[in-house]
């Protein structure tokens, strides 16, 4: 897989070389299980797979890179490149300016833009209307475009079955950069609906079997159609695609769901089911499948919490959080500073959408077993520094070696 030539800042000479070790002995990528460190006390069992994924590679390069290349000249993100706080808070630091906030809110005029300046389209991607938008204004979008290459292969296989005259399902968050942008794409060239979860997918279902009135969907899937969307014609034939950063399993649930709902409603036989559904597994993207199934490999394992470090609009990392949960107690973090102090830990509760501060979340026991994996935008560089200050705050000062 190709290299790319991210800042020193994000590496880390320890992270790299346990990754660089786990490849090598396992090149198929089929062992998830955990690498496990110690210090003293302190175990720690790390995730086989984390951080920084291809297209977050290659999106912090285009984007450095366009520095670099255009001394002098106005620089705008479209909105966050990634979901990392450190990592957009270093380009704005050189001066780059945010145009919008992740969910579309303007955060400057649009009309201070010019044909001189520079947009960079984030890693998740944009609508076809804003690309245009852009262009009327004189600026081209695709020069510096972060575009993730799986993002745009979902976009790639929605035109395809949309061409085969299938409606597109798209599993995904409707508020959502990546899903705003892949629900544009799709519907340039088909029907489109967005279904954010397994509860949205059964009640679309009810539609697909008539159980509801066809007007009720307009409702129930407010702003989450296409324009001109047909309820009563446009779901005999569907594919899901989804937001690449979703669990994956739960992709595929829906899936499967819906391809049983349609088999069981149409009686379609088994070797007839593409005249109603179109496979689409192919858009589920590897990194989300590896860091999921690394946790899940993680989670064999016993320990006294987990830290799941990320961005806190971060999807990916979200879900990761999600798994872990289901365990032991996840404290779901943002960065080393997160770790107060040996008793107190600040971090997102996912349920009420606030920042907390949870007292005594080290245990007395010892050894201290703890899990760490991190979301997809976060630097390894991050994920070293939470596991020296976690040595650090718990009296151990010897450096962290892996045990055999």
């Known amino acids: 897989m190709k290299s790319f030539n991210v800042p020193v800042q994000y590496r880390s000479p320890m992270v790299s070389a346990i990754k660089q070790n786990r490849k090598a002995a396992d090149k198929m990528k089929k062992d998830y299980s955990p690498t496990l460190l110690e210090s003293g006390t302190l175990q720690i069992i790390l995730a086989r797979h984390f951080g920084f994924c291809y297209g977050v590679e290659n999106a912090i390069e285009i984007a450095f890179r366009a520095i670099e290349e255009q001394p002098g000249k106005r620089i705008f993100l479209l909105s966050e490149m990634i979901h990392n706080p450190g990592v957009n808070a270093d380009l704005q630091s050189l001066g780059v300016q945010f145009i919008m906030d992740t969910s579309g809110n303007m955060l400057l005029d649009w009309n201070e833009l010019t044909a001189a300046d520079i947009v960079i ?9 804003m690309e245009q938008k852009l262009r009327n204004k004189g600026i081209e979008p695709t020069l510096y475009e972060t575009t993730c290459p799986f993002v745009e292969k979902v976009w790639n296989r929605a035109e395809k079955i949309g061409q085969e005259g299938y409606t597109v399902i798209v599993h995904g968050k409707p508020k959502h950069e990546e899903t705003r942008a892949t629900f544009s794409h799709s519907k340039a060239h088909t029907p489109t609906v967005v279904v954010k979860d397994m509860t949205e997918a059964e009640l679309l279902a ?23 969307f047909d309820v009563t014609h446009d779901l005999q034939r569907i594919g899901v695609v989804n937001q690449t950063t979703m669990l994956a399993s739960e992709t595929q649930a829906i899936a499967d769901y819906l ?96 920042e907390v501060v949870t007292n005594n979340y080290i245990p007395n026991a010892r050894p201290l077993k703890v899990m760490i994996t991190s979301g997809a935008s976060c630097p390894d560089a991050l994920v070293e520094r939470v596991m020296e200050r976690l040595a650090l705050l718990t009296g151990n000062n010897s450096e962290l070696r892996v045990i055999d």
Do not use: W
């Open 121 to 129: 389209i984030p890693a998740f991607g944009t609508t076809l209307e």
């Open 206 to 228: 009810k539609y697909i079997t008539g159980e509801l009135p066809g007007e009720q969907f307009y409702t129930d899937f407010k702003n989450q159609y296409s324009e001109g």
């Open 259 to 354: 391809k049983q709902v349609i088999i069981a409603h149409y009686k379609t036989p088994a070797d007839k089911i593409s005249d109603r559904f179109a496979e689409t597994r192919d858009t589920l993207c590897y990194a989300t499948m590896d860091n999921q199934g690394a946790v899940q490999g993680m989670l064999e394992h016993e320990a006294d919490f987990a830290l799941v470090i990320g961005g806190y609009n971060s999807s990916n990392t979200s879900h990761l959080v999600e798994l872990c949960e289901l365990k032991l107690p996840t404290y779901y973090i943002k960065d080393e500073a997160c770790l107060i102090s040996g008793t107190e830990i600040s971090h997102f509760d996912m349920h009420t959408h606030t």
